[in-house]
């Protein structure tokens, strides 16, 4: 089994001519050990694509509203084509070298997104006080311990 | 309090650098050294460890500032030179960290990371890098030269005019213009047809906008290809015990998760965009 590790930011790049911002998105495999996985020197971590950035919208009108439903929709179009190769390999396996001079039937499996709140918020389509792993709504957030104690009590 | 090394005489006045040198110079002692250094059996070896951590001096990761005898300096330094090539072994990899318990049982998904075959011309490839490291540039004078030239980014009239002005001696060097230089130079990273760019487009209903990608398995095919990497790479799922039987979490492989994906049925399997 190979677990895919994904990376990815919103990077400025200038903001003098014209906005222009870089989206990678990075990729490494979970079977390296995390010592040579993590050491910048390793060239564990392969560039795996740069996404399209959407325009920036001004305010927030009924029309951008609907632009921004568009820009979320278009974003898992291209993630979906990004990851198409995967779809039968999952499944199926793929035969892959490998350095010891063997061929194994490798699966390669998608574990992690590494990235931070608004990256997390862009790519789930979610508001910016959500939280992208727990279905808590943005207002119940933190409250765990009081809601705990109501249920003793009733 | 300089301690002295139990087993060359060296003496060292800080723990970092001890430790380190224990490391680097006595590596096939790891497992015993680590063992003792978690469960000091006599006093006299706590009595050592807590002078040291008593010296508050910032620990040092380098293995220069022992102290020794003059005569025997220059000595023992040839004879720690030999040995720190040694230590690069996968098993002592997770045992240089004192603070990661050794494991003293592991168990492991039967069937899991079992080869299927041999890799075509595997070993002529192995054998080509061990006989022509530089390849496929013809020496390390030519790949040192040229690396240097992309690294200060020297334009490439300036590279060709350095080459026809004749400086320096250009017949073990093996290239002769920038064009040759760039022609060896696609030929450096002989899994480089794995990562090629693609270039999609985007429609948003207003405009059209490029993106680039790579194939994501190819990727991952050449992460897996790279000989670099032979003996960092796990291929199954191995849960890792103590002595007391406790599980230890430390690499991936060693996670609950990549054993609760290898037992799903594969028609499970699924690919979920993010």
Known sequence: MVPIIRMSDQRNLTNFSGDKKAWPVYMTIGNLLLTIRNRPGSMAIRLLGLLPIPPKL?????????QRLINADTLRGVFELIFAPLNGAAREGAPID??????RRCFPIMSRWIADQMENVTLHGIKSNACPKSEVPPEERAKHFSRTRES??? | MPVKCAFCGQRYERAGAYETHLRSAHANLDIVLSSTIRNPPADVLTHRWTDLSDANEPIELSDSDYESDPAGDTASSERDAPDNTLRREPETEVLEDNTYPVA??????PGAGEASGEVKDHKEECRDVCENPWAPLASAQGFKLGSWFIESKVSKTRINDYVSNGIGNWTSVGYSSMHTLENLLRHLDPYSPYVQ????????GQRTLPFFYRNVLDCVRYLLRQIAYRDDLVYAHRREYDQSRQRIY??????DWWWDVQVLPRSLFYVKAY
Do not use: Q
């Not at chain 1, 001004?58 to 609907?66: E, G, N, P």
């Not at chain 2, 003293?104 to 998904?109: G, T």
């Open chain 1, 58 to 66: 001004a305010t927030s009108s009924r029309a951008d509203k609907l």
């Open chain 1, 98 to 103: 490998c350095p010891d001079g063997k061929i």
């Open chain 1, 152 to 154: 003793f009590d009733a």
């Open chain 2, 104 to 109: 003293a049982e592991l168990e492991d998904y």
């Open chain 2, 197 to 204: 760019w693609l270039e999609g487009h985007m429609e948003d």
């Open chain 2, 250 to 255: 430390a690499e991936m492989h060693t996670s």
